[in-house]
């Protein structure tokens, strides 16, 4: 028969075991190297730190016509095969400790020309902003425009930290002799200066207006009328 004591203590052991399984997991860091062999494919080496997890799903969105093929994981055992979950495939890892690797291959559409899209843990950031470090490299002469995030580059390599994880990561670039890709953040500039030149005449042909416009002075009710004044 078991005793009360040892009920106290399997009671004790199991509140214990599942407030660590429920605790948050919040993503401490990351570490994002993304290496694109042609505008339609790439490789990505995504390592990432994160505290209190004994379990982390991976999500990636997989567009129609492209592909995504896990190459291997380091630091963490996956629960399973990956999973298609509607327009996403999902990955469980069991990290052995706070930071892990993984690497795949990915294949785009033509519709997603330059835009790798990472397999990213579906857990919140800490409570300040995680830090995150993307480094892309591209082909040997290759000219990016448009990227994002923004990079800083030396070479063929480009270098960028921001404090979340992004769902891609967005490199168009032309080789020598073809034309510049679009740029999107370029069409946005002048799409903002636009709208703040429309705002700046809107207003001021609204204050043009109003200085060209008398408005009546109120009477003085102390100053008689016309038909008063007679009396």
Excluded at 39 to 67: Q, S
Excluded at 148 to 166: K, Q, S, V, Y
């Amino acid at each position: 028969m078991i005793s009360r004591r040892a009920l106290v203590i399997g009671a004790a052991a199991v509140l214990l075991l599942s407030g660590r399984a429920n605790a948050a997991a919040r993503l401490a860091a990351a570490d994002v190297r993304v290496v694109f062999e042609s505008p339609l494919a790439c490789t990505v080496e995504l390592g990432v730190t994160i505290v209190d997890a004994a379990e982390v799903e991976h999500r990636v969105e997989i567009a129609e016509g492209g592909r995504v093929d896990l190459i291997d994981v380091t630091g963490a055992t996956p629960a399973g095969p990956p999973t298609d979950i509607g327009r996403t495939r999902a990955l469980t890892l069991r990290p052995e400790g706070s930071s892990y690797t993984l690497r795949y291959r990915a294949q785009l559409p033509e519709a997603r020309t330059g835009r790798c899209p990472l397999w990213i843990p579906t857990v919140a950031a800490g409570v300040t902003a995680a830090s995150v470090r993307v480094t892309t490299r591209l082909p040997t002469g290759a000219r990016a425009a448009g990227t994002m995030p923004t990079f800083r580059w030396n070479g063929d390599e480009g270098t960028a930290t921001i404090g979340h994880l992004p769902a891609f990561v967005r490199v168009p670039y032309a080789m020598p002799g073809e034309p510049a890709p679009w740029n999107i953040g370029r069409l946005m500039d002048m799409f903002s200066i636009a709208t703040l030149v429309v705002a700046t005449l809107a207003w001021s042909r609204r204050q043009r207006r109003s200085r060209n416009t008398k408005i009546p002075r109120p009477q003085d009710p102390k100053t008689p009328g016309p038909r008063e004044a007679s009396r």
